[in-house]
């Protein structure tokens, strides 16, 4: 089956950076994005950025642009969140996502990591 694994959470302080990273392994036949989510206690979860795989097009929330860059190693099948000047405000469990199919003939679904914690302290 397909595994997405996220690593680089942590804590920081106000202002810090972190380096999240998500690698998806197992039965790909293509990818078609990745994005990562963000789920605050008692908040809904909510897009943070995403990235298409052929091409490059990203798209960011509004709350994190110029703040966050997301890249991605398509040999790899890896998606990359730099986060910059973080903010309390950017606490949350992040979660990789990956849109992909697993063969040819299958239909394209999303495949989610079981997420890394950020926290940042004021």
């Known amino acids: 089956q397909v595994q997405l694994v996220e690593s680089g959470g942590g804590l920081v302080q106000t202002g810090g950076s972190l380096r999240l990273s998500c690698a998806a392994s197992?039965?790909?036949?293509?990818?078609?994005?990745m994005g990562w989510y963000r789920q605050a206690p008692g908040k809904e979860r909510e897009l943070v950025a995403s990235i298409i795989t052929s091409g490059g097009t990203t798209n960011y929330a509004d709350s994190v642009k110029g703040r966050f860059t997301i890249s991605r190693d398509n040999a790899k099948n890896t998606v990359y969140l730099q986060m910059n000047s973080l903010k309390p405000e950017d606490t949350a469990v992040y979660y990789c996502?990956?849109?992909?199919?697993?063969?040819?003939?299958?239909?394209?679904?999303?495949?989610w990591g079981q997420g890394t914690q950020v926290t940042v302290s004021s």
């Open positions: 996502n990956a849109n992909l199919r697993i063969a040819y003939i299958s239909p394209s679904y999303n495949y």
């Open positions: 197992g039965s790909i036949f293509s990818i078609n994005h």
